[in-house]
């Protein structure tokens, strides 16, 4: 028994000494928490609890060279509640749930009064912290909402929590969409002005300091951030809105008339390279419509065809060898490259043809024929011309994803054959973007010198000048005066009695070059029969301003030539700016006045006639003074805006005037009108000069102006 006893004392006392080593070891291990870990257990639960998150600062907006806003960060707003007691008491919320739900409804329209109380009440129930009340809330609708019941004491007693963001968006829409750029979320980069600026826009971020709450939400812990963001600053681009406009309009409108894949346009100013207008549209299926939804004249670098003969022919005049009056033999229009044919579009007038003729006629063999008698033994004398006019290598724009051009190597075996000389000279066998075909054009407008294009002048921060950016010159001159001169005379040739004929009717001189170019596919070759119709030149051709050059992909109604397809559209373009631009107008260098006079009121409001008169691309030139009200004089060259200053005392003339612009004179003045007929002015009851008497009956008499 006494042995049964020991051993059970032995186990209890066992126990009690572990158990009594484990309090032990429980006490220390807790003392040297709380006293010796106290400090980074701390630190470590405040980190947790509360944490520092990032605040994106408003990016910098990108404007037009006139002010327009292309592009701007919008901020927006997500506004959430805390609908706890702790903060917003029972007695604001009971006696304001019904007013608050009501001005909620009526200021966003997207829930009734009913589903906005609902949802309130329920939050509050359950105690929520951190609830939705909406969310994208612009500015002017969060003033608005600040005013409201419970909203309108602020965060602590309200317990209205605003978090703010921002939206990209570009007022115009498509205009220039490409260019200006947008943000790929896809893939997290940015396209176009937007991706080359991207840190001049970006600004620098801000810290906001939250706590987390019960449900794992964030939300802020004051109303404002710890470290306050920095905005970005601001680009001012080349590009002339109303240019862009109506280019835009005059492409679509083309392309949708031979219902083309894709095209674009672009204008650039000759001196300084600076981008007036770029625009590239191609078809969505998805909707029928034509949008930018990619920058084909940077990024697409393609064979350009008949516009790359401009360049051959330089070549050819920079030997020395040849004149523009010397003869080649171009047979019936076709000629065989070792088991290569190569044809005319239209059969030669002549078996022989001069360079001029050959130029302006754009015949293939002509071409060919001039640059393989001269180059056809030295192959590489004609690419290395073609690099001295800096063709071949990348125009080093601003914008990301330009289109590398390509000129093929006579030491690359692999890639030359006894045809790539020949197919070469009239723009096959190479690539080249749009807007390297046509800083090629503006360097022959530009007295050979060739400008990098651009499309920024400035950078801006809070209004102020940061940076101005001037020309760049890629090359002080591509080739010689004398070239330069002939060349210039064949551009304006091709207008006057070439393939450009089409242009020929305008009042001022255009110069350039026609080109129509079979669209290789990448599997089928040159079997699908697809073409690429362009026009590339300057005008005015005397003392050149701008340079354009329109392409137009895979036109299909039944027309496929740069003449018929892409030259009107460079003349719509081209009549618009002249009309507008009167700084470009030189009278005295001016053809003759066309015969038909626009149909117009000969007196009238200012504004109403100038936009008149530039919708029909008719040159008129401006008051010496700002006026209101005008007269028009006809001169040999163009329309003579002169002021009006009406007296208050007596009659206005109205002759001449629409019966809108006569009534509104008549009403202001106390008159009483009434209109017979249909038209212009005609006559009026009370002679001009008449003392006004208010009250006055006066009988305007309306017809259709004979000219």
Known sequence: MKDIKKDILWRVYLIYFVVLAIAIGIISRAAFIQFALREDLMEKAKKQEIRYFPIEALRGNIFARDGSLLASSIPIFEVRMDLSSEVVSDIHFQSAIDSLSLMLSQLFRDKDVRTYKAGLQKARKEGNRYFLVKNNVRYEELKKLKEFPIFRLGR?????????????????????????????????????????????????????????????????????????????????????????????????????????????????????????????????PSDGKYKELYNYSVGESVEPGSTFKLASVVAALETGKVKLNDYYFVGNGSVKYHSRVMKDVHRPDSSYLTI??????????????????????????????????????????????????????????????????????????????????????????????????????????????????????????????????????????????????????????????????????????YAQKHYNASFAGYFPADNPKYSCIIVVNRPQSGKIYGGAVAAPVFKEIAN???????????????????????????????????????????????????????????????????????????????????????IFLLEKAGLTPTIKGKGLVFSQSLPAGTPLIPGTDVMLTLENPKR
Request: aromatic fraction near 6%.
């Open 156 to 284: 602590f007693r309200g317990g209205l929590i605003i978090i703010r963001k921002t939206t990209r968006e570009l007022p115009y829409k498509e205009l220039a969409r490409r260019t200006i750029g947008f943000e790929n979320a896809a893939e997290t980069i940015y396209v176009g002005l937007e991706g080359a600026y991207t840190d001049v826009l970006s600004g620098e971020g801000g810290l906001q300091l939250k706590r987390r709450i019960s449900n794992g939400d964030w939300i802020p812990l004051g109303d404002r951030p710890e470290v306050e963001p920095r905005d970005g600053m601001d680009i001012i681009t080349t590009i002339d809105i109303n240019i862009q406009d109506l280019a835009q309009t005059s492409l679509a409108l083309h392309m949708h008339e031979h219902q083309a894949y894709q095209g674009c346009a672009i204008l650039m100013e000759v001196k300084t390279g600076e981008i007036r207008a770029i625009t590239n549209l191609r078809y969505d």
């Open 356 to 525: 001029r003729e050959i130029f302006e006629e754009s015949s293939n063999v002509g071409i060919s024929q001039i640059i393989t008698s001269l180059f056809s033994s030295r192959p590489e004398a004609f690419v290395e011309s073609l690099r001295k006019m800096s063709l071949g290598e990348p125009l080093g724009i601003e914008i990301p994803g330009e289109g590398k051009p390509i000129l093929k190597d006579p030491k690359d075996k692999r890639h030359w054959y006894g045809t790539t000389l020949p197919w070469m000279s009239i723009g096959y066998e190479l690539t080249m973007t749009p807007l390297q075909i046509l800083t090629f054009f503006n360097a022959i407008a530009n007295d050979g010198i060739m400008v990098k294009p651009m499309f920024v002048n400035e950078i801006r921060e809070g209004g102020k000048t940061v940076e101005k950016f001037e020309p760049v010159v890629i090359n002080p001159s591509i080739c010689s005066k004398t070239t330069l001169d002939a060349v210039r005379s064949l551009l304006e040739g091709v207008v006057t009695h070439g393939t450009g004929k089409i242009l020929k009717d305008t009042i001022y001189k255009i110069a350039g070059k026609t080109g129509t170019a079979l669209v290789a596919d990448a599997n089928r070759g």
């Open 576 to 662: 618009k700016v002249y009309a507008t631009q009167l700084d470009i107008h030189d009278l005295k260098d001016r053809k003759t006045k066309p015969s038909v006079i626009p149909q117009t009121p000969a007196t009238g409001y200012y504004e109403d006639i100038r936009n008149s008169l530039a919708s029909l691309s008719y040159p008129a030139v401006q008051p010496k003074k700002a006026a209101d009200w005008i007269s028009l004089d006809s001169s040999k060259y163009a329309l003579i805006m002169k002021p009006i200053d009406f007296s208050p005392d007596t009659v206005p003339d109205l002759t001449g005037m629409t019966a809108k612009d006569a």
